[in-house]
């Protein structure tokens, strides 16, 4: 018996080892780097949906009790591991300046938009700027804090950008359901500008 396979055994008595089905599921979210949706770890790993969440379950508590660096998280639906809570100002100084000094406020404000509306097209994003993003979002992409989540399916097939979990890390937010809410005029205003683009195409 190899010594790893040995000390596990010998933790058995201290708590809960991940099962074979949650060991896979660890290993798929961490060679996948970014969220992966419960009918996409379904699809690869021939899981029903009860054995998945059971495994995504399993995962999120063992990290939880053994005070693991990272944290299983769900949002909008998909699951990834994020740094732990309690260590994002040790890691803010290797990881990450401050993002209000290195952003513009229009960057800010084209990053705002897609945080809030995503997944949204360049010219959607455009129409409720009132100008024109294309040097600021490759910027955002350069610097990792949006990406191309799909196409939509119009005519031409534009980019649907939504954000990054190196955004979520520097906002230091858990999921995007944790941003913010939204006032009444600006939700208004992001809802009317996507709905005059989609009337458009």
């Known amino acids: 018996m190899d010594k790893k396979r040995q000390t596990g055994n010998d933790l058995l008595g201290q708590g809960p080892l991940l099962s074979t089905e949650a060991r896979l599921v660890e290993v798929i979210l961490f060679l996948e780097n970014e969220p992966v949706s419960l009918e996409k770890l379904m699809k690869m790993t021939s899981f029903s949906e009860e054995t998945a969440k059971a495994a995504l379950a399993q995962i999120k508590e063992h990290y939880a009790l053994f005070l693991h660096g990272l944290d299983l998280v769900e949002s909008q639906g998909s699951y990834h591991f994020l740094p732990s809570s309690d260590l994002h100002d040790k890691l803010r100084s290797c ?54 989540v799909g196409r939509k399916d119009v005519p031409g097939h534009p980019c649907l950008y939504g954000t990054s979990r190196k955004f979520l890390f520097e906002f230091n937010l858990s999921s995007i359901s944790a941003l913010p809410k939204l006032s009444d005029i600006d939700r208004l205003r992001f809802e009317t500008e996507t709905t005059q683009e989609i009337e458009t195409e």
């Open 95 to 148: 990881y990450g300046k401050r993002v209000d000094r290195r952003l513009s406020r229009a960057a800010l404000e084209t990053l705002s938009i897609v945080a809030y509306s995503q997944p949204i097209t360049r010219r959607e994003i455009d129409n409720i700027r009132g100008v024109a993003s294309d040097t600021i979002i490759r910027l955002l992409r350069e610097r990792e804090y949006i990406k191309v």
